[in-house]
């Protein structure tokens, strides 16, 4: 069965511009997180969707949302993007998304922002 | 709040000689604990979780509660567990489902 589809894979935009990056969970996952990843902080949470609601908020600013549709795909938006926001942005789903659940990841949007 | 510390950055092993990466957490309650790790160029992936206490590519890990930690061990190391090994937690039970991941521990095997 198919992984976990993040696009696009690699993204450069400059500085005040906003992003929308796309996660496909694995078919019949329910529940998709979003992660970044630097080289400082490690992965940090972002949020949890599950059923097209968010569930868990991590402590990031407002400018960095994001939503789920019907068929479980989610999208993260950044927006007025500061240097800062340059990493690598990792979604994983899971069935419930409960605890002791596997989380599948994907490979990860590559941002750079200029 | 929760937090997962591994305390070694990097850590160099010969092939065969015990490997254990260290993780240390703080959370109120009983989390859900998980090692994940990542090859060159592959996603992360699930390695173990506490609660199936299964033994993975000869890789295990228990839970000690008294000493908060879940560390990770494998009596005879390969070439092939070079690699980014994280470890995670999250609270129990569904609706909690936020992992905190330790910022990792780059095991390297010298042939």
């Known amino acids: 069965k198919a992984g976990v589809t993040q696009t696009p894979r690699y993204l450069i935009k400059t500085r005040g511009q906003q992003v929308t990056l796309s996660c496909s969970p694995i078919?019949?996952?329910?529940?998709v997180s979003w992660y970044q990843q630097t080289p400082g902080q490690g992965l940090q949470f972002l949020f949890e969707?599950?059923?097209?609601?968010?569930?868990n908020k991590g402590n990031f600013p407002g400018r960095f949302s994001g939503r789920q549709f019907s068929n479980s795909r989610s999208e993260m938006n950044v927006s007025t993007l500061e240097l800062g926001d340059s990493a690598l942005y990792l979604c994983?789903?899971?069935?419930?998304?409960?605890?002791?659940?596997?989380?599948?990841f994907g490979q990860g949007t590559r941002l750079t922002v200029v | 709040a929760q937090r997962v510390t591994q305390p070694e950055k990097l850590l160099s092993v010969f092939k065969g000689a015990p490997v254990e990466l260290k993780c240390n957490y703080s959370?109120?309650?009983?989390?859900?604990l998980f090692w994940y790790v990542q090859y060159s160029r592959q996603r992360l992936q699930l390695l173990l979780r506490?609660?199936s206490r299964e033994s993975i590519k000869g890789f295990t890990a228990d839970l000690n509660k008294g000493e908060t930690s879940f560390h990770l061990k494998k009596p005879f190391a390969q070439e092939e567990d070079s690699a980014m090994y994280y470890c995670?937690?999250?609270?129990?039970?569904?609706?909690?489902?936020?992992?905190?991941f330790g910022k990792g521990t780059k095991l390297s095997v010298i042939p």
């Open positions: 995670a937690l999250t609270g129990p039970g569904a609706g909690s489902y936020q992992l905190t």
């Open positions: 994983a789903s899971s069935f419930t998304g409960g605890g002791g659940t596997e989380a599948f």
């Open positions: 959370y109120s309650g009983s989390p859900e």
């Open positions: 078919s019949g996952h329910r529940s």
């Open positions: 506490h609660i």
């Open positions: 969707y599950f059923s097209e609601t968010q569930r």
